[in-house]
């Protein structure tokens, strides 16, 4: 009686599990810039121009924004994850993929943080700035500043990465990618006119640099 010969599992390959986490990389600032710009722009009293769009995760719909950044922060960390391993020894191949990460966890922060109610959003809140903060709202923005300072650096850091590299486009885009977000979060912080509009340009432009980068590591696999 001749043995039955069972086929030993084939183990999934390093570059199949990179171009996974990859993808997670790739998907996670066009999902968290969709979902967030079509609720800015169908919420009744959400206004661009005066709320940040962080203020989506009040009133009965909060919890689609809520979600918004805990999924999109997930993504962010197993995206970085991958990048760990698709830049591993290069320039910048440690650092960059550290600072994804902590811009994820201060995502998954942010959607744990919400702010408070203001400025007439949700529809019924008074118009101005509550006279005192909650805690969540200082943990909010606690979150939302370490996340934002973690983008910028990886940004620049992968601009001398592909520097070195000898890639210049991706270099000055990179780089540009990082100072958006650092003049825009800065004037939203002074208090500049439209500054949650900057702030949401700024912070959008940078996450999906990061997604085109994965994107591009992911082709070269």
Known sequence: MTAVQIPAATATSPSAVTRSLLICAVVSAPLWAVVSLTQAATREGFDLIRHPLSMLSNGS????QITNFLVAGVLTIAGATGLRRAMHGSPGGTWAPRLVRVNGIGM???GVFVMDPADGFPVGTPSGMPETLTWHTYGHLASGSIAFIALIAACYVLGRHFSRAGNLGHAIASR????ALLLGNGWSMTGG??????????AITAMLWISVVAVRYRRGL
């Open 176 to 179: 540009v990618a990082g100072t």
């Open 61 to 64: 719909l909060g919890w689609l």
């Open 108 to 110: 998954i922060a942010a």
């Open 193 to 202: 006119k439209a500054g949650s509009l900057t702030l949401a340009v700024g």
